[in-house]
């Protein structure tokens, strides 16, 4: 059993292969084996966890999750510990490992109660309520009971263990099941503690569900354990993306050698009296941080801009003073209604390309457009990269925001296929996807990034890290855009507590 940390990478797999993967070793093992092996990892953890804990309460669903918790009880119990499990089964409709936990439980000693007992903050619950058997359907509503013990696991000061799932969590995708989305709503004054405390022990394999999405409000610190079996013989559903590997710059190397960036977008007050230079600045001091060997800027506020006093390193360029064909184009940031006037011809000309923003909902409510960005896939020196947030999106797959959010692995996929290039979808746990690869999940960034700006700061740097790829290509487009989620979320999570996360700073703090 190890702690997940973000530095190195980690297939994640869906139900169906662990499924697949539970029955195969299922068979090779003498019987409740696997659940004997979760159930020791489980007590291992609570007591690791809570080592001062004076009471343990543990919520036993009627499946083999619930399994789970109750061998896990009879293991504490016998360990000394004051232990106390709510159990939903019944041993009529008991699956057999879990009708064998229950009698162990029983045998063990353990106390059984409808309702918990007193916890204070040293002490330790247990979520065995729900795991990869959730049903989703409309017909599968949690009962009162179930739901009054996640609302009192949630709403109690002790850590809270959740065995290899939060329950309710759909583990494919982060997102919470018909009747229990209450859960996904955390009082912003209490989540920060509620984060700290909560720990998940996934089993046997690791969940894409858990790092995006709700996920991560979910599950707070994931801890997995194979159970003694190799999950690579069974295909990933995606990777959480590891740490990119540190640049180095060789001693002859000249401005020329890192690639230059051109921020396109910055409408002026002037066109619909709202002024949004500021993000194409954003996103060019972002690139210039990030290491890249010259960053222009073409704002499109018609000339007003005649220069940028405190980004002097910034060369300001009316956009036909651009060389498209050369620089690593960034097009999109805060670029207003006026960006239409120069997509056509970034699509054409530009070879390395990040869409964000304004550049995106151009192109979504433009089938020409679209079309035009769909054909680079097949051209070669065309490396694009598209960063939507969930609404530009749906927009661009012509669904709402709530359905994207509702499977955002499976809504980038689509995007990534249906346009030929690398997509970020953007939000906690963004989800990296490229046709034909594997998507990323990346485990860095916290909600301290949900500020003004600082998805143009994450343009930026991406096309700094585009500039910076050997070859022009899909697989180039895809690093990039995987390495600048991972730099842009690791730099918000080393913030000093004390200091505001703004974007201006945040692009400063970029390092190459
Ligand atoms: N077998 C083993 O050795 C191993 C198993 N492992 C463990 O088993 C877990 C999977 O166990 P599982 O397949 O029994 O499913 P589980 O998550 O307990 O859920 C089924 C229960 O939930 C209920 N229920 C479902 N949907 C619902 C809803 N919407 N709302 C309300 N209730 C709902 C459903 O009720 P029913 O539909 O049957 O009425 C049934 O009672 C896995 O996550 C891991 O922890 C690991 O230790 C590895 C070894
Ligand atoms: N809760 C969060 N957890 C992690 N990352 C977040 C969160 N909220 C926002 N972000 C990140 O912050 C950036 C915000 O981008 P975006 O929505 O385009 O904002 P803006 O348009 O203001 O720049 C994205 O990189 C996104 O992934
Ligand atoms: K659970």
Redesign the pocket.
Known sequence: MHRITADRPHPLHDCAATRAL?NQA?RSLPAHA??QR?AHACARLARALAPHAQRMWLAC????????GLLAAALLHQAGLDVTVTWL?TPE?S?P??LHSWHAAQDAGVCFADAPPPLGTQDLCVDAL???????GST????AR?LDCLHALHASHATLLN???PSGLVADTGHY?P?FEALAATDPTTAGTHQQRRHTLA??TLKSGLFTAHGRDAAGGVWYDD?GVDAATHPPQAWLAGAPAPSARAHASHKGSFGDVAVIGGEGLAACGMGMTGAAVLAASAALHAGAGRVMVALLDGGATAALPQQPALMLRRFDALELAHATVVCGCGGGAAVATVLAQVLQQAGRLVLDADALNTIAADTALRAQLAARSSRAGCATALTPHPLEAARLLGTSSAAVQADRLSAANQLAQQLGCAVVLKGSGSVVAAPGRLAHINPTGNARLASAGTGDVLAGLLGARLAAQPRADLDGAFAAASAACWQHGALADAWPAHQALTADRLAQAITP
């Open positions: 539970e299922q696997l659940m979760a669903g009627g499946g083999n999750n619930g399994g789970d089964g409709t699956p490992d879990a729900l795991g990869i058997g959730l049903r989703t599968h509503s949690p009962d179930l065995v290899d799932l099941a009747g089993l046997l159970l």
